[in-house]
């Protein structure tokens, strides 16, 4: 087999194997298939065909197949001097049209006549309107989307075919240009087929660190096939800094396995909860509903619903205990003795479910504290020190106290020298009736967003 292509490519010069091969086949020239092939660069090829009894009459039609073609290409109407051109001297002037190959096909008493011709690029260009590239394009592009979701369903990728043909039904709904095999009434069975035996199922759970696998499959007569490059949509819910509860998302795709490994984007999300995994199909079911109308669509809707699964979690500090001490300068940069920033802060992981409590530091160096938290018999597992300062302090025209501050944190595991973990340089500002408020508000927000750092890291 590899010396027959050879041999055809070898006397196929810039033909095609694959056009060689399909004339071989059919019985067609080549040029049937690729009319652009050997014309020229400033040529655009495009081929016609007439069939009939009579042999005379198959030329005639193809000529008006030759006319039709050009018309839908251009997007407007040709004439009938047009038709006497080209039936006669085998040419469009208008377009620099020529008739540059026939082929006639004789069987079961009936003449098929085959014609390629060739255009002029640039005056079909120019004649060709807005509206026809438009649709010129839209046709391509659907049936790129065909093309493409026909090939997915043969490898394995049922997601991508269903993604697909879902865009296609909606960008060809109304369009009667396009192909009807192509529109909703041929593709929603064909979509529905591929979604009914899809599942998602959560494997390998770990509750504690809110991680799992999660597999798509496709069931089959047999067994179960994975369905790869499938969007899986993970929604859950996450805590602010402030401690608002808010609905969260992000979109994994399965490998060539059908698997994906779930672990948490955002390091925010809740401590217990629950993470749905479904089909991410959102946008295309959106766009059909726009096209065709949700009635029409619930069915398909409901059915991508019904595939949503959960998985619960619980999850653990992976750290052990947690002191948490934090060092408050004033504006000179002196240690005051106010603890409200440590108490509020450890609220905060106890609130989470920390096993977590206060270590009121009397140094105002994070290592000296550190020093001092080893030698005091204290037998938490680690130790977090939030050292926060007023940077500068004024009245507004306004009459309020306005307070910017800056912080650094520094996680510190028993037993260790360096820090495990250090963040940058934190700042905030803040605004009050008294300067005092405006302080303790500043220091805050500085406590919200060390909470929210160092949670990332003492999961």
Same mark, same amino acid.
């Given at each position: 087999?590899?010396?027959?292509?050879?041999?055809?490519?070898?006397?196929?010069?810039?033909?095609?194997?694959?056009?060689?091969?399909?004339?071989?086949?059919?019985?067609?020239?080549?040029?049937?298939?690729?009319?652009?092939?050997?014309?020229?660069?400033?040529?655009?090829?495009?081929?016609?065909?007439?069939?009939?009894?009579?042999?005379?009459?198959?030329?005639?039609?193809?000529?008006?197949?030759?006319?039709?073609?050009?018309?839908?290409?251009?997007?407007?109407?040709?004439?009938?001097?047009?038709?006497?051109?080209?039936?006669?001297?085998?040419?469009?002037?208008?377009?620099?049209?020529?008739?540059?190959?026939?082929?006639?096909?004789?069987?079961?008493?009936?003449?098929?006549?085959?014609?390629?011709?060739?255009?002029?690029?640039?005056?079909?260009?120019?004649?060709?309107?807005?509206?026809?590239?438009?649709?010129?394009?839209?046709?391509?592009?659907?049936?790129?989307?065909?093309?493409?979701?026909?090939?997915?369903?043969?490898?394995?990728?049922?997601?991508?075919?269903?993604?697909?043909?879902?865009?296609?039904?909606?960008?060809?709904?109304?369009?009667?240009?396009?192909?009807?095999? /192509?529109?909703?009434?041929? +593709?929603?069975?064909? $979509? #529905?087929?591929?979604?009914?035996?899809? =599942?998602?199922?959560?494997? !390998?759970?770990?509750?504690?660190?809110?991680?799992?696998?999660?597999?798509?499959?496709?069931?089959?007569?047999?067994?179960?096939?994975?369905?790869?490059?499938?969007?899986?949509?993970?929604?859950?819910?996450?805590?602010?800094?402030?401690?608002?509860?808010?609905?969260?998302?992000?979109?994994?795709?399965?490998?060539?396995?059908?698997?994906?490994?779930?672990?948490?984007?955002?390091?925010?999300?809740?401590?217990?909860?629950?993470?749905?995994?479904?089909?991410?199909?959102?946008?295309?079911?959106?766009?059909?509903?726009?096209?065709?109308?949700?009635?029409?669509?619930?069915?398909?809707?409901?059915?991508?619903?019904?595939?949503?699964?959960?998985?619960?979690?619980?999850?653990? /500090?992976?750290?052990?205990? +947690?002191?948490?001490? $934090? #060092?408050?300068?004033?504006?000179?940069? =002196?240690?005051?003795?106010? !603890?409200?920033?440590?108490?509020?802060?450890?609220?905060?992981?106890?609130?989470?479910?920390?096993?977590?409590?206060?270590?009121?530091?009397?140094?105002?160096?994070?290592?000296?504290?550190?020093?001092?938290?080893?030698?005091?018999?204290?037998?938490?597992?680690?130790?977090?020190?939030?050292?926060?300062?007023?940077?500068?302090?004024?009245?507004?025209?306004?009459?309020?106290?306005?307070?910017?501050?800056?912080?650094?944190?520094?996680?510190?595991?028993?037993?260790?020298?360096?820090?495990?973990?250090?963040?940058?340089?934190?700042?905030?500002?803040?605004?009050?009736?008294?300067?005092?408020?405006?302080?303790?508000?500043?220091?805050?927000?500085?406590?919200?967003?060390?909470?929210?750092?160092?949670?990332?890291?003492?999961?």
């Amino acid at each position: 087999m590899a010396s027959l292509i050879l041999v055809l490519v070898l006397f196929s010069g810039c033909r095609s194997v694959g056009a060689v091969l399909k004339s071989n086949v059919s019985g067609l020239p080549y040029w049937y298939y690729e009319p652009d092939m050997n014309i020229g660069k400033d040529k655009v090829g495009m081929t016609a065909e007439g069939s009939s009894t009579s042999q005379r009459q198959a030329e005639l039609l193809a000529y008006n197949n030759v006319i039709e073609k050009l018309a839908e290409r251009t997007g407007s109407e040709l004439s009938q001097e047009a038709y006497r051109e080209l039936s006669v001297l085998g040419t469009i002037t208008e377009y620099g049209l020529n008739i540059e190959d026939r082929f006639v096909m004789t069987q079961d008493g009936r003449f098929t006549v085959f014609l390629r011709v060739s255009m002029d690029r640039n005056l079909i260009e120019l004649a060709t309107t807005d509206e026809s590239r438009r649709r010129e394009a839209l046709i391509k592009e659907v049936d790129s989307l065909i093309q493409s979701g026909d090939e997915y369903v043969k490898s394995g990728h049922e997601f991508n075919a269903a993604s697909n043909y879902i865009k296609a039904m909606a960008l060809a709904e109304g369009r009667d240009y396009i192909s009807d095999e /192509y529109k909703f009434d041929e +593709l929603y069975p064909v $979509v #529905i087929g591929l979604l009914q035996n899809m =599942y998602i199922s959560v494997i !390998n759970p770990h509750p504690e660190k809110a991680s799992c696998i999660v597999s798509v499959s496709r069931r089959t007569t047999f067994a179960s096939s994975v369905v790869a490059s499938a969007q899986v949509n993970a929604r859950y819910r996450a805590e602010d800094s402030r401690g608002d509860i808010y609905e969260d998302y992000f979109v994994y795709v399965t490998g060539e396995e059908g698997q994906l490994v779930f672990n948490p984007m955002n390091d925010a999300i809740v401590r217990k909860g629950s993470v749905l995994f479904g089909l991410d199909l959102d946008d295309e079911l959106d766009q059909l509903e726009s096209a065709v109308g949700k009635d029409k669509v619930r069915e398909l809707r409901e059915l991508v619903d019904s595939k949503v699964v959960a998985f619960e979690y619980d999850k653990q /500090y992976s750290m052990g205990s +947690l002191a948490v001490a $934090v #060092i408050e300068h004033d504006e000179l940069g =002196y240690v005051t003795d106010s !603890n409200a920033i440590t108490d509020y802060m450890t609220s905060k992981f106890i609130k989470d479910r920390a096993d977590a409590a206060v270590y009121y530091a009397e140094f105002d160096d994070e290592e000296d504290v550190y020093y001092e938290f080893s030698h005091s018999g204290r037998t938490e597992d680690c130790l977090l020190v939030l050292r926060i300062g007023i940077t500068e302090s004024f009245p507004s025209r306004n009459g309020v106290e306005v307070v910017g501050a800056e912080g650094i944190a520094f996680l510190f595991r028993t037993g260790t020298e360096e820090p495990v973990y250090k963040s940058d340089v934190i700042y905030s500002s803040a605004f009050a009736q008294t300067h005092g408020e405006a302080v303790q508000s500043a220091f805050r927000i500085l406590a919200d967003t060390a909470y929210t750092l160092v949670k990332a890291v003492y999961v």
